[in-house]
């Protein structure tokens, strides 16, 4: 099992910035690949930008958000900058880990972002 715990989150007005982090505990060997989605209120999940084999991002937030991890923490983090109310929603971080065949999928409670205009 992987734990997974997102922090960072909170209020903020337009074309701030924030910083989300995701900590990754316990059977964290043969993780593969992190990321993290977003939900906004009344809409799907949606993923924002995934760290594997390559990174990449939802065209919405190409050139504002930047993904990294620090494999020495077992973190994951979100560089949010010029963020827009549309950024607005709780935000998932999201691990793939493949010990075997099958791999496993796991997820953070998610921690609220909300942008002011």
């Known amino acids: 099992q992987v734990q997974l715990v997102e922090s960072g989150g909170g209020l903020v007005q337009a074309g701030g910035s924030l910083r989300l982090s995701c900590a990754a505990s316990g059977s964290i060997f043969g993780l593969v690949a992190m990321g993290w989605y977003r939900q906004a209120s009344g809409k799907q999940r949606e993923l924002v930008a995934t760290s594997g084999d390559s990174i990449d991002y939802a065209d919405s937030v190409k050139g504002r958000f930047a993904i990294s991890r620090d494999n020495a923490k077992n973190t994951m983090y979100l560089q949010m900058n010029s963020l827009k109310p549309e950024d607005t929603g709780v935000y998932y971080c999201?691990?793939?880990?493949?010990?075997?065949?099958?791999?496993?999928?796991?997820w953070g409670p998610g921690t609220q972002v909300t942008v002011s205009s």
């Open positions: 999201q691990a793939t880990r493949r010990v075997g065949l099958i791999p496993e999928y796991y």
